[in-house]
């Protein structure tokens, strides 16, 4: 049998966000629009989640910690933080101050995102990521995280996601608030940048610790060798990822066709390392009726999708080149999302797996990957898709709170704990 083994520390862990783990919480944007018909796909709601603000995070992360794991990914809901403009809740800070220090208890380093979806309700209500005010909201928000936990956080994630986020809810109307406008999505995420380069600087005048941002780096190509097919892969792949990876090192924001470039005050070098969510591939192809793509289709097959979300063909190989092609920013990466919807677990051991040897791979030819989170520890709440997508490394039956280990939490817990993928 053969080894694949990994740097001495590397980081292994699991990944999670708030609103999806926490619940009861009914002061962000998502709390309300999860009450409008139709919004979420099962009709579900957050509601009590996994439990964690009440006390069941300190459970599953000890399971985490028991079965090898040496880190996690956790976000901070700003909602409960700074529930009204300016004033920030110290039970809040408290409850966090006190998962965090279980965390450091169990052996698990903590990276913690500052804005993962969500948005309080009175910064959604001023216009969300539309107003330029947001960005120094935002910064005022990621600096009193950074004074009142500096010291049990090691690793700071600015934001998650924020080309998804533009696209989700500010391009299309899957997610609030729904604008369904390509001008006010680019608007939103040269909004998130300023936010992202700003909360970098307020982080760094108060904590001596990286701080990075997170991007989903999906794989996009075009389905044939056809020159349309090739343009709107481009258009979508520079969408998604190429404009925000430019932009990190230029400080413009230049959209995909037409359209004034944006120049981000102080988002050039703005940047300690880069997490890097993945969880597929997308074969592209030029299609009139798909406006509000960009005009690209997405038909490769097999692929994991539903009538919303799209997560795309396996493709191990994608993550490979994507990480490669990452590590030109000239920052360490880490793998901040992995996973896939599967509630048998029927095909997640192998992806699992294949994605672990894909991540090796991309080290071995020269990335520079300090760490793997898994998404995602436990079932959660899966944004607009609601209860149905269950990624957890354990089944959660969220009305009983009932926890069950799937067959893959053993395989993942047999790589942490060697610290390496054994290959038959
Ligand atoms: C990612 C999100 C995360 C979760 C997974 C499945 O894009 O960052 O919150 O929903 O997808």
Redesign the pocket.
Known sequence: MGRLTFPAGFLWGTST?AH?VEGGNENNDWSEWERRPGAINDATRSGAACGWWEGRAEEDLAVAAAEGQNAHRLSLEWSRLEPEPGRFDDRAFARYAQLLDEMRRLGLLAMVTLH??TLPRWVARRGGWTSWSTADCFARYAQECARRLAGRVPLWVTM??PA?CAAAGYALTYWPPALGSNRMALRALAVMLEGHAAAYRAVKQVADAPVGIVL?APRIEPARASLLDGAVAWAQDWSFLGATLRSLKTGVLQPPIAGRRLRVPGLGGSLDFVGV?Y?GRYAVQFDLRSAGILFGKHVQEPTIRTGGCD?GEISPAGLTRQLLRLSRLGVPLYVT?N?I?DSDDALRPSFLREHVAALHEAIRLGAEVRGYFH??LVDNF??AEGWV?R?GLRALDPATQRRTPRGSAAVYARICRANALGVP
């Open positions: 966000s999806q993962h979806v998650n996601e998804a989903s969510n969880y997560w999302e996973g919807r998404w995602s899966e944004w997508p990624f």
